[in-house]
């Protein structure tokens, strides 16, 4: 008995060990994708050595299929490089709680399945920044560097992101993501299409936690490194640290104030 035990025992190590690197290589494959440029033809560094430039200077990108598409694969690659990272406590629960009771084939299924329904809500709110990223372009509102042209949508922007940094629906989505426990208690269903619908499930709940902060991206610059950076940081640590959702109020705070100081 004893043996069978630690023959389970070094079999869900083993199991955890996979989908941890599973979720680095995820991570590192899409900030690598990511910093060559996520076949934009300019890097991210190149984009930030120009912060500060007249952005009209460049010429203005000429919208297709072919284009929408290529800005769509950028914005997905972005949020999977950005929001992995916190959510790979979740994924990584998931991990062992569904290795006890699966074989191991099965088991990364499930964990494959749960992943891939939490990228696809994030997929969801790639199409619609695309869609956003069309509008401010064609209404000028957007620089061809990808950053606010006008200081009240700038504005408007910083002021909303703060404020949903403050709302109490951004609060209850923010516990769902910071318990990983919790929601595994509270949303598990069995079988791969229950894997898949936790998934979504999760995903959902993150993405009410963090969209405001990734419109920020339209202030500062969506292929902003800085910015970049930052929000994947500070994502990270609002939903992993101690105290974390304070910390995220106090930086709605500093939204709203910053978004008012440009008004005047």
Same mark, same amino acid.
């Given at each position: 008995?004893?043996?069978?035990?630690?023959?389970?025992?070094?079999?869900?190590?083993?199991?955890?060990?996979?989908?941890?690197?599973?979720?680095?290589?995820?991570?590192?494959?899409?900030?690598?994708?990511?910093?060559?440029?996520?076949?934009?033809?300019?890097?991210?560094?190149?984009?930030?050595?120009?912060?500060?430039?007249?952005?009209?200077?460049?010429?203005?990108?000429?919208?297709?299929?072919?284009?929408?598409?290529?800005?769509? !694969?950028?914005?997905?690659?972005?949020?999977?490089?950005?929001?992995?990272?916190?959510?790979?406590?979740?994924?990584?629960?998931?991990?062992?709680?569904?290795?006890?009771?699966?074989?191991? *084939? *099965?088991?990364? !299924?499930?964990?494959?399945?749960?992943?891939?329904?939490?990228?696809?809500?994030?997929?969801?709110?790639?199409?619609?920044?695309?869609?956003?990223?069309?509008?401010?372009?064609?209404?000028?509102?957007?620089?061809?560097?990808?950053?606010? *042209?006008?200081?009240?949508?700038?504005?408007?922007?910083?002021?909303?992101?703060?404020?949903?940094?403050?709302?109490?629906?951004?609060?209850?989505?923010?516990?769902?993501?910071?318990?990983?426990?919790?929601?595994?208690?509270?949303?598990?269903?069995?079988?791969? *299409?229950?894997?898949?619908?936790?998934?979504?499930?999760?995903?959902?709940?993150?993405?009410?936690?963090?969209?405001?902060?990734?419109?920020?991206?339209?202030?500062?610059?969506?292929?902003?490194?800085?910015? +970049? +950076?930052?929000?994947?940081?500070?994502?990270?640590?609002?939903?992993?640290?101690?105290?974390?959702?304070?910390?995220?109020?106090?930086?709605?705070?500093?939204?709203?104030?910053?978004?008012?100081?440009?008004?005047?």
């Amino acid at each position: 008995m004893t043996s069978a035990w630690a023959l389970l025992e070094a079999a869900l190590r083993r199991e955890r060990l996979v989908a941890l690197i599973g979720v680095l290589m995820v991570v590192a494959g899409s900030w690598a994708w990511l910093l060559l440029g996520a076949g934009t033809g300019m890097t991210p560094t190149d984009m930030t050595r120009m912060v500060g430039m007249d952005g009209w200077l460049m010429e203005p990108a000429q919208w297709s299929i072919g284009y929408a598409l290529l800005m769509f !694969s950028m914005w997905w690659v972005m949020m999977i490089a950005m929001m992995v990272p916190s959510a790979a406590p979740m994924l990584l629960l998931f991990a062992r709680v569904n290795g006890q009771t699966r074989s191991a *084939s *099965s088991h990364a !299924s499930s964990t494959g399945l749960f992943a891939a329904g939490y990228l696809l809500v994030w997929g969801g709110f790639s199409a619609v920044a695309v869609a956003l990223q069309w509008a401010l372009e064609t209404a000028r509102l957007l620089s061809p560097m990808l950053e606010t *042209s006008t200081v009240l949508l700038g504005a408007g922007i910083l002021i909303a992101a703060g404020l949903w940094q403050l709302s109490p629906m951004k609060g209850v989505c923010l516990r769902h993501c910071r318990t990983p426990l919790g929601f595994l208690i509270g949303h598990w269903r069995p079988g791969y *299409s229950g894997a898949f619908r936790m998934g979504l499930a999760h995903g959902a709940w993150c993405l009410g936690c963090c969209w405001a902060l990734m419109t920020l991206l339209f202030f500062g610059g969506v292929m902003n490194l800085y910015w +970049i +950076i930052g929000l994947a940081v500070f994502v990270l640590l609002e939903k992993t640290i101690p105290h974390g959702q304070w910390v995220g109020r106090a930086v709605g705070i500093v939204l709203v104030g910053w978004g008012v100081l440009l008004l005047y």
